[in-house]
């Protein structure tokens, strides 16, 4: 009778240690993950700035480039082709070119900054998962309660589309 007062009291120590640990471990699993998606959510408004600050710079410098050549540009020429021949001297000579580097530049730019978004959300998104399932499989669910939100942006049209189930605006311009 004491052996088996013994055996019980064992068992049911050893059962209480195993769903201890197991407690300890899954809610600073949990811990962790929160601090992921707060961390990366903190980071996706960084990127977020950084890419609109990028791209509205480089717009800048492009469209005063452009203003300052429509403005040079008329001065630049003036007065080289007056007199008989100025259709030939203008065809045989080097003018001043428009530089559209800056606009290949630009978009670039946009294509990368929007990627690196992209990747940041995915990312954000992932922790969001890993987060869900620990808070939905067994046994952790016993221990993990799943209250972190996240904030994706996203634009109306995309919201418009998933809504309607329909992607019918394919003109670009």
């Known amino acids: 009778m004491k052996n088996g007062l013994l055996t019980a009291g064992g068992i049911f120590l050893f059962l209480l240690a195993v769903f201890g640990i197991s407690a300890i471990s899954y809610n600073n699993r949990e811990a962790e993950i929160k601090n992921l998606i707060s961390a990366k959510q903190t980071d996706n408004q960084n990127v977020f700035d950084t890419v609109w600050k990028t791209i509205s710079q480089q717009a800048q410098i492009t469209q005063e480039y452009k203003k300052t050549f429509i403005e040079i540009y008329p001065a630049l020429i003036e007065g080289r082709y007056e007199g008989k021949n100025s259709l030939m001297s203008f065809i045989q000579e080097s003018n001043p070119n428009f530089d559209t580097s800056l606009y290949r530049q630009l978009m670039v730019t946009i294509e990368a900054q929007r990627l690196r978004f992209e990747s940041n959300q995915r990312q954000l998104i992932d922790y969001k998962r890993e987060l869900d399932n620990l808070a939905t499989k067994f046994p952790s669910r ?29 003109n670009l311009f």
């Open 142 to 170: 016993w221990f993990v309660d799943n209250d972190a939100d996240i904030t994706i942006i996203t634009s109306e049209r995309t919201k418009e589309v998933f809504s309607s189930g329909e992607d019918n605006n394919v």
